[in-house]
């Protein structure tokens, strides 16, 4: 038993990594075992994520793969910040396989489903091996990872809709600049350091006395890191990725995927770079601040001119991403905190408006869209509750996770003294509240289409109320999801190696 708490670190990662090599090999006749085997993974990435955080109690736990000493081998780190952001996404990747099953059985052909789960497996682990690794190169693998296998599965959206191909080829290509930019940065880095591990680097960069390669380093990796997490203005893959991938997937890829890019944003700034004097503030001030404000009125505005459901929710996602980078950018403890509340919360909130909106394009048997799903709240009570509560979440209404975000958030930038951002913030909110209406009326206050009866699906809508209940309770009590958050930002504020 010693040893399963031993490498908890590893079984995160490594469980559903070797799960997807199992299960790429099934033939068509085992997709109901392949489906089993990604639910068991998942399952047990999300107890070893949670018995990994209990274990650390915010404290920095340092653990060597195949026991070579960092920073000569490759590092996992467990601390406040990488406890909780693997939590999140292994708690949303297990809720989401459970939802998948009917999903994919309608949108796959048969004889792929078994190369679907190993590819969502991959995707999976990559993404938690990305939030653990303290090694700048290892971090690049795990992105190359990820980024194949979730261009994979977008691409399984071809069988629906042929766009699905060009937004897979899209985000190949423009993944491919960003981790091509992020690699040329730690070239840089290694050059002029002699390390990959980051600790290593955080300890060395503030004696390099040429400043000038290590700051084009630090810029090519930021910028790589941008594309990865869909940046306002380096976003255009995220709307087409997530529009036209499988509903699952689109499910799967909103809750979870950019917040681990999100995370290693957070970690490269405020660990490794930290100690580079005010060039760090001069990012935060002039680029990450300004970025994350467009993010959040053009994402905003796309979204209210959206008509089909799988876009709009995409285009509100670029201005969630804003808000939490808004959070970081604004360099403090509070803001970095709030930062973490709404990776958490809008984690919650987009996976389960993403699995709402696919539960109904299930029983249409074609997408949602605005002028489509008329009615369909006297259709579907069950999944269109869940949406509505969700979806007030997502606007920030008072006794929801998406409140405390806004709360957190507009206090971080009070006390940080930028009034106009703050006022910003609010206005944007507001403007949330046009789309989602659009939404609401449609389901709600529309005739239903005469003589359609249909039979929710149970095995769709409980995992989706899990998540709808899960936005109620941390809008009542957030003292978890504050408490984590607050944690992971004194792990980040602590530097690399504390």
Known sequence: MSVFFENLPALVVVTPLLMAAVTAVMPARLANLAWMLALASTATSLIAAWLNKAAAGGERISYALGGWPPPWGIEFVTDGASGLVTVVISSLAFASTIYAKPLIENEIAKGDIPRVYAAWQLTVGALLGLVMTADAFNLFVFLEISALSAVTLIAMGAGKDRRALIAAYNYLVIGAVGATFYVMGVGFLYAMTGTLNMADLAERLPDVTSRAPVYVGMAFMVAGIFVKAAVFPVHMWLPAAYGFAPTAVSALLAAVATKASIYVLGRLIFTVFHDLGEIVDLMLEWVVLPVSLMAIFVGTILAIWARDLKTLLAQSSIAQIGYITL?????????????????????????????????????????????????????????????????????????????????????????????????????????????LWKMMEALWMK????????????????????????????????TLVTSSAEAAAAALMAGAGS
């Open 447 to 478: 005739p239903a289409p005469h003589g359609v009866i249909i039979k929710e699906n149970p095995a769709v809508y409980l995992p989706l109320w899990l998540i709808a209940l899960a936005n109620i309770w941390f809008g009542i009590d957030a």
């Open 327 to 435: 959070g970081f950018g604004l360099g403090t403890s509070a803001g970095i905190s709030a930062g973490f509340i709404h990776i958490a919360n809008h984690a919650l909130i987009k996976g389960g408006m993403f699995m709402a909106v696919g539960a109904i394009a299930l029983a249409l048997g074609k997408r949602a869209g605005i002028g489509t799903i008329e009615g369909f709240g006297r259709l579907m009570p069950v999944t269109a509750s869940a949406l509505t509560i969700c979806g007030l979440s997502l606007i920030g209404l008072p006794l929801t996770a998406g409140f405390i975000s806004k709360v957190y958030l507009v206090l971080a930038i009070i006390a940080s003294d930028y009034w106009m951002i703050a006022a910003l913030v609010l206005l944007s909110s507001a403007l949330s509240l046009i789309y």
